[in-house]
């Protein structure tokens, strides 16, 4: 039997509400649908850990960053190393068993390493994209900072186009070479601040655009730090009609861009006919709450905007098209699952998440995860620990040194009011506590070794 190939398509910083298999907001994403209505399309999946360099570790390894101490971004404010040197990557694993691999775009799973280190033969990084724009466009003065703006770069220059040439030379490469082959694409978009080419710039009218759900946040009953990063962002005085609305539409905007360059890279599939024999995934690292709770980027809470992302498997002939309404760990179950699906053996005792394979081949629905569990470890305003499981009714949020969080998803899917006071919901609460504490216990989570009183019994100097 021949072995498939693998298209891995990773973006970042990309909300689940903002594609169009969500159904939840305006967003045209045509060829991200072609991968989601042609393969499996996940409700539930979540990352592990909401922030770029952590994630990406977790995919790498498939295990929690905190096993390790990949806690945080590099270079940022607190100095981080990234996988430890015998730490076992799934990617290396593909290589040695004879496919030929390449990476394009976006390097951010270890600040020390290179992808070579990880198993592939050949790499494209962000400088090298960059360098491609810029030797025709550079000198541009942005005006607007993280809130975005239209770039006046062509599209065909523009690096979301420009990753989506690189993709299809590389393609046509791997196919000439007649080995099996996977070609892993990373891509900053649509990381703030978004910046999208004429016709994206304009496709979205600010004035159109539904507002987010919890615009109207207040910050009553929740932990300290969100609001304080209001002052920390210079967030105070901006509201949707006057600012948010238009960085959306530009987020919007660059959300179609790159859809538009998958576009190219499904049709370029398609030309070499290749399409059949490979397994394309698509995924994000985490979220970007883009004016939602009034707040910028990520960081410092675990609201639904940051930690719910789309991911979907296709391969077609072999993965019946549905939607899993299970939950997914997204960075943690991708890797023994695609392993599983390339009839590769899997490491015992390696993998800190679940082999979906059997399940997506089966046409299997829903046996995922019964919850969803994300960390998140501070960043560069401080050290800051809390702790997220998310069910099918209830979020609990383990903030270790404020306040915690309990949020009804069924009747406030927007999180604005935090019920970890409601005494009717205790036994709830202590069901959420016990599964987390056991999680964090399987996953060798440190946090827990000092505070497993505190997370069991709730108690809190904010309860008296």
Known sequence: MKRPNLLFI??????????????????????????????????????PIPVCVPARNALFSGRRPEAYGGLWNPHIVFPIHGMEDDCYSWTRDIRDSGYNTAY?????ADSHKQPSDYGFNSYIGRSDINKLVNEKHSGIQWKNGYFGEP???????????????????????????????????????????CRPSAPFDTMYNPDELPAWGSIGETFENKP?????????????????ENDWKYTAAMYYGIISQYDDA????????????????????YVTDHGDLCGGHRLIDKHYNMYEDITHVPMAVRWDGRIKPNR????????????PTIMGLMGLPVPNGVFQGK????????????????????TYNGQQFGLYCERMIVGEHYKYVWNLTDIDELYDLKNDP??????????????????????????????????????????????KLTDH
């Open 10 to 47: 990773m973006y970042d910083q990309q909300r689940y509400d903002c594609v169009e298999m969500s159904g939840m907001n305006p967003v045209k994403t045509p060829n991200l649908a072609r991968i989601a209505d042609g393969g499996v399309f996940f409700e539930k999946a979540y990352t």
């Open 104 to 108: 394009i775009g976006l390097w951010e």
């Open 151 to 193: 770039s006046p770069i062509p599209l065909e220059h523009s690096y979301t186009h420009q990753v989506a040439r690189l993709a299809c030379e590389k393609l046509e490469e791997l196919h000439e070479a007649g080995q099996p082959w996977y070609l892993h694409l990373d891509n900053p978009e649509p990381h703030l601040p």
């Open 224 to 240: 300290y730090i969100q609001h304080q990063q209001l002052i920390n962002w210079e967030l105070e005085n901006r509201t949707w």
């Open 262 to 281: 998958v576009g190219r890279i499904l049709n370029k599939l398609d030309e070499l006919g290749e399409t059949e024999n490979t397994i394309i995934v």
């Open 324 to 335: 899993f309404t299970g939950f997914v760990s997204s960075m943690l179950d991708l890797p």
């Open 355 to 374: 082999d979906l394979s059997p399940e997506l081949l089966a046409g299997d629905s829903s046996d995922g995860r019964e919850y969803a569990v994300s």
């Open 414 to 459: 927007h999180e604005l009011t935090n019920l970890i006071r409601n005494e009717s919901l205790a036994p709830v609460l202590s069901e959420l506590r016990e599964k987390l504490y056991h999680e964090l216990e399987r996953c060798g989570d440190p946090i827990i070794r000092w505070n497993k009183a505190q997370l069991l019994s709730g108690r």
